[in-house]
């Protein structure tokens, strides 16, 4: 099975400029409507002692200025924080494989994709709360934006975790579906980068079907996986390495590298 050449080649320098600006303005804006989409504090009743709740909120944005409700203010808010915690994964993940000058053109289309897959689990992990699905919960008034906010937040730095911890725990409550022939592909590995290299060397291994890899085997040692993608993960030469090709395992089986590397 050949490898797709779609967005293979390594992105050029207006690339990287046009993704950099990109992000940074979806930072700015992020934080501009977590910003004036915050509810805002309870007012203290004549008696001084109540606390009355603000029943609604008015967003300033450049053009518009919108009323929104204590509810809908939540709702924008864990979105804008869990597209928050998505763009700072991208952002850590950009200026990583800028850096080291191995950014491909194929990682950006999910760089443009992850913020919103961070938004959309921040509204679902904060639906699931609010339905008292995990924990119970009270009315608008009664939540905590600061907490619901941190936690939109993770799940969005976090998206991955995220979604295999909501597949566990609902995986207990739901029959669990058919397997498919595409859940579980066959590990394959194209490269392997760099191809020698003594014990402590950072190895990147490229391929498909690597997502659930659990570890790397290089001659007698195996070697723990970090940075995992579907295509591609990360490893370190381990100590008691021999020379010969590299193993990687996964559920679904094991995929030997069509390269040896040698171990200096």
Request: proline share 9%; hydrophobic share 45%; charged share 10%.
């Amino acid at each position: 099975m050949s490898e797709s050449p779609v967005g293979s080649e390594y992105a050029r320098t207006r690339d990287i400029i046009a993704a950099a600006v990109v992000l940074l303005t979806l930072t700015a804006a992020l934080v501009t409507v977590l910003v004036q989409a915050w509810p805002p504090a309870p007012r203290i009743a004549p008696d001084g002692r109540t606390e009355i709740p603000a029943l609604s909120t008015t967003v300033h944005l450049p053009g518009w200025s919108p009323s929104l409700s204590r509810e809908t203010s939540l709702f924008v808010v864990v979105m804008a924080a869990g597209a928050l915690g998505g763009v700072v994964h991208v952002l850590r993940s950009f200026y990583w494989y800028v850096g080291n000058r191995a950014l491909r053109r194929s990682w950006l289309m999910m760089y443009l994709l992850l913020p919103l897959v961070g938004a959309l689990f921040g509204l679902i992990v904060y639906l699931v709360l609010r339905g008292g699905l995990t924990s119970p919960t009270g009315g608008a008034a009664d939540i905590n934006p600061y907490g619901m906010t941190a936690i939109a937040a993770l799940v969005g730095l976090f998206s991955r975790e995220t979604a295999e911890k909501l597949r566990t725990v609902f995986g207990t409550l739901l029959a669990p579906a058919q397997p498919g022939r595409d859940q579980a592909l066959a590990p394959r590995i194209s490269a392997v980068e760099p191809v020698s290299g003594p014990p402590g060397t950072a190895v990147t291994v490229h391929g498909g079907g690597l997502a659930a890899a659990t570890g790397v085997r290089f001659g007698p040692a195996r070697a723990p996986v970090s940075d995992v993608t579907d295509t591609l993960l990360r490893t370190t030469v381990p100590a008691g390495a021999a020379s010969g090709c590299p193993i990687v395992y996964t559920p679904a089986g094991s995929a030997a590298s069509p390269e040896p590397f040698t171990v200096e």
